[in-house]
């Protein structure tokens, strides 16, 4: 599975980002989907978490009410919508699937796409 984020960019404080998380290759048998971030001398953090069919969402609490995440499993794609911005959401956004193949689940990473929020 391959994953292309984007939609990172500099925003002000206040200002909104919509990310996108695109997978491609052996995408069937994708389950849960996530965002998670790492901001520079911090570990990695889950943001959002959304499952196979999209009817369960789970955020961290810094976002939670600002950050909507979704998904068009036709699309094969995710996404965060980020609104009321904050300077500490400045970080590197990655995307996260699972996949499981009979017994054995596999997790895929994308590069990362940063976000910059200036106050």
């Known amino acids: 599975v391959q994953l292309v984020e984007s939609g990172g960019g500099l925003v002000q404080a206040g200002g909104s980002l919509r990310l996108s998380c695109a997978a491609s290759?052996?995408?069937?048998?994708?389950?849960?989907m996530g965002w998670y971030r790492q901001a520079p001398g911090k570990q990695r953090e889950l943001v959002a978490g959304i499952s196979s069919g999209g009817g369960s969402t789970n955020y961290a609490d810094s976002v939670k009410g600002r950050f909507t995440i979704s998904r068009d499993n036709a699309k094969n794609t995710m996404y965060l919508q980020m609104n009321s911005l904050k300077p500490e959401d400045t970080a590197v956004y990655y995307c996260?699937?699972?996949?499981?193949?009979?017994?054995?689940?596999?997790?895929?990473w994308g590069q990362g796409t940063q976000v910059t929020v200036s106050s």
């Open positions: 996260n699937v699972q996949r499981r193949v009979g017994i054995s689940e596999y997790s895929y």
């Open positions: 290759g052996s995408t069937f048998s994708i389950n849960a």
